[in-house]
């Protein structure tokens, strides 16, 4: 019950942070299109994230959890000396990591820009890129104040948090259009003023997103301080669980250089060819649609999951373990599978009503909802995986998803690349879309097998049963759609 209600809280969190950030998506590409220029944006402002996660993030959500519910068993003041230094580390990298990205900017953004861009495109992704960089820091700060929250039982605040960026975002675009009346098809007629508002006011949502976690997080009872006595304080088998994790991180990241140069390439092509714009922006913006099912759904019943999980696997409750996986296993496929069939059906109308005003177009929406819809058939493997990650997770096993990792992404570039080369520039993107699903269709089976090797009993005769009847009514109630 305690899962369920957290799951209840944290969904409607996501909900509405979610609702909103659909609307800021709007807004964007009302504001900004899907020209060059949005691409161009995209890429400044994915970059933060991309590092963030790449460095500490992905470490943060496998470790800090299991390891923070550890100590707060098994130590005398309930975990919190652990998590002041784990706090303080953590801090300390990501100011150093945000300082020395800034610094780096403009070989970071030539790692991620195809051979066909031009100086003044690459300039102006340079400077978003150095405007943005700085979130490191703050995505960084949100996401250590969350787990802390997390694993003190508090789940709605974190979730609520990203509303607040959203509506900063919101107000950034909106100036954009309404005050500002910039011309996001003509890269020339764009101002300094206009190009540091976008950047300055996207990094001040994420800022505000992490400040508003510190009330809610003094009403837990947690108060922080420095602690820099790191030397025999349990930090170095997080450190070590950790790196796997980097791993697992780093082996996305190189896929998604590979993708990004494709999708970006395909934008400048459509530019110089008169065609519809469909590149990076389109990309991103599909798997925004195709994800928001998934963290409505998946992400708040495993958050809330998690914590329970690690104390089975730190109790030897294996079998228990293995029960709890398999049944929320079956939840998710059963709510997942009839969106993933929604969705490949409506991808283009979803698409057109989401993201089809202003500068954006309706041709250029439509062509988006092409790779929502190749992105769903991918969706109720993407939700498995994740929790299947989950599992390991809460065994304080970090090396294995590392090699899932491997084989998810390897899947994914020997089918999207020589996919990419064989379709008209026009599908390109939607093909990128379409390896995505096959390769996690794959992968999440890959995973479940290897899973039930380590000795955890999963359910697959049920599982199978509850997927193939989910499927059959899917189908038909497709057919009616």
Same mark, same amino acid.
């Given at each position: 019950?305690?899962?369920?209600?957290?799951?209840?809280?944290?969904?409607?969190?996501?909900?509405?942070?979610?609702?909103?950030?659909?609307?800021?998506?709007?807004?964007?590409?009302?504001?900004?299109?899907?020209?060059?220029?949005?691409?161009?944006?995209?890429?400044?402002?994915?970059?933060?994230?991309?590092?963030?996660?790449?460095?500490?993030?992905?470490?943060?959500?496998?470790?800090?959890?299991?390891?923070?519910?550890?100590?707060?068993?098994?130590?005398?003041?309930?975990?919190?000396?652990?998590?002041?230094?784990?706090?303080?580390?953590?801090?300390?990298?990501?100011?150093?990591?945000? *300082?020395?990205?800034?610094?780096?900017?403009?070989?970071?953004?030539? !790692?991620?820009?195809?051979?066909?861009?031009?100086?003044?495109?690459?300039?102006?992704?340079?400077?978003?890129?150095?405007?943005?960089?700085?979130?490191?820091?703050?995505?960084?700060?949100?996401?250590?104040?969350?787990?802390?929250?997390?694993?003190?039982?508090?789940?709605?605040?974190?979730?609520?948090? @990203?509303?607040?960026?959203?509506?900063?975002?919101?107000?950034?675009?909106?100036?954009?259009?309404?005050?500002?009346?910039?011309?996001? &098809?003509?890269?020339?007629?764009?101002?300094?003023?206009?190009?540091?508002?976008?950047?300055?006011?996207?990094?001040?949502?994420?800022?505000?997103?992490?400040?508003?976690?510190?009330? @809610?997080?003094?009403?837990?009872?947690?108060?922080?301080? $420095?602690?820099?006595?790191?030397?025999?304080?349990? !930090?170095?088998?997080?450190?070590?669980?950790?790196?796997?994790? $980097?791993?697992?991180?780093?082996?996305?990241?190189?896929?998604? *250089?590979?993708?990004?140069?494709?999708?970006?390439?395909?934008?400048?092509? +459509?530019?110089?060819?008169?065609?519809?714009?469909?590149?990076?922006?389109?990309?991103?913006?599909?798997?925004?649609?195709?994800?928001? @099912?998934? &963290?409505?759904?998946?992400?708040?019943?495993?958050?809330?999951?998690? @914590?329970?999980?690690?104390?089975?696997?730190?109790?030897?409750?294996?079998?228990?373990?293995?029960?709890?996986?398999?049944?929320?296993?079956?939840?998710?496929?059963?709510?997942?599978?009839?969106?993933?069939?929604?969705?490949?059906?409506?991808?283009?109308?979803?698409?057109?009503? $989401?993201?089809?005003?202003?500068?954006?177009?309706?041709? +250029?929406?439509?062509?988006?909802?092409?790779?929502?819809?190749?992105?769903?058939?991918?969706?109720?493997?993407?939700?498995?995986?994740?929790?299947?990650?989950?599992?390991?997770?809460?065994?304080?096993?970090?090396?294995?998803?590392?090699? *899932?990792?491997?084989?998810?992404?390897?899947?994914? !570039?020997?089918? +999207?690349?020589?996919?990419?080369?064989?379709?008209?520039? &026009?599908?390109?993107?939607?093909? $990128?879309?379409?390896?995505?699903?096959?390769?996690?269709?794959?992968?999440?089976?890959?995973?479940?097998?290897?899973?039930?090797?380590?000795?955890?009993?999963?359910?697959?005769?049920?599982?199978?049963?509850?997927?193939?009847?989910?499927?059959?009514?899917?189908?038909?109630?497709?057919?009616?759609?």
């Amino acid at each position: 019950m305690s899962v369920i209600r957290n799951s209840a809280y944290m969904a409607l969190g996501t909900a509405v942070s979610r609702v909103t950030g659909v609307l800021r998506d709007v807004a964007m590409t009302a504001a900004l299109g899907f020209y060059v220029l949005s691409d161009a944006y995209s890429l400044g402002n994915t970059l933060p994230n991309i590092i963030y996660i790449l460095m500490v993030g992905g470490a943060l959500n496998a470790v800090f959890i299991p390891q923070l519910v550890r100590h707060m068993q098994d130590d005398s003041d309930a975990g919190k000396a652990f998590a002041d230094r784990l706090l303080t580390a953590t801090g300390s990298i990501l100011l150093a990591l945000s *300082i020395v990205s800034v610094l780096l900017a403009p070989f970071i953004v030539q !790692l991620y820009s195809p051979s066909n861009m031009s100086p003044e495109q690459a300039d102006l992704a340079v400077t978003f890129a150095r405007l943005c960089l700085p979130q490191i820091f703050f995505y960084g700060a949100y996401t250590m104040l969350q787990q802390v929250l997390n694993a003190r039982g508090k789940f709605a605040a974190a979730m609520f948090a @990203p509303v607040a960026n959203n509506l900063v975002a919101i107000t950034v675009f909106l100036v954009f259009i309404f005050v500002m009346q910039a011309d996001a &098809s003509n890269l020339a007629s764009l101002t300094p003023n206009q190009i540091w508002w976008l950047g300055a006011g996207t990094t001040a949502g994420v800022v505000v997103q992490a400040l508003v976690l510190f009330p @809610p997080l003094l009403q837990s009872g947690y108060k922080f301080n $420095l602690r820099f006595d790191w030397r025999g304080s349990g !930090l170095g088998k997080a450190a070590k669980l950790a790196t796997w994790t $980097l791993g697992l991180v780093l082996a996305n990241q190189i896929a998604y *250089i590979f993708i990004t140069r494709i999708a970006t390439a395909a934008n400048l092509a +459509a530019e110089a060819s008169g065609a519809t714009p469909i590149g990076l922006t389109s990309y991103q913006k599909a798997h925004l649609v195709f994800v928001l @099912p998934h &963290s409505l759904i998946a992400v708040s019943l495993v958050t809330a999951l998690l @914590p329970m999980m690690s104390r089975l696997a730190h109790a030897g409750e294996f079998a228990k373990l293995g029960s709890e996986i398999s049944r929320h296993a079956s939840l998710l496929l059963t709510a997942m599978v009839p969106i993933a069939v929604l969705l490949f059906l409506t991808g283009e109308n979803v698409a057109q009503l $989401l993201f089809g005003y202003g500068a954006a177009g309706v041709d +250029a929406a439509r062509a988006t909802g092409n790779v929502i819809a190749y992105m769903a058939i991918g969706l109720p493997a993407y939700s498995l995986v994740y929790v299947l990650y989950r599992a390991w997770y809460a065994q304080e096993n970090t090396r294995t998803p590392f090699f *899932i990792a491997v084989i998810l992404n390897v899947l994914n !570039l020997a089918i +999207a690349i020589p996919l990419a080369d064989a379709v008209d520039n &026009s599908f390109k993107v939607a093909s $990128l879309g379409l390896s995505y699903s096959i390769a996690y269709s794959l992968t999440a089976v890959v995973a479940w097998l290897w899973l039930r090797r380590t000795g955890i009993e999963l359910s697959t005769r049920a599982t199978v049963f509850e997927l193939t009847k989910v499927a059959a009514a899917a189908t038909v109630a497709g057919l009616i759609v």
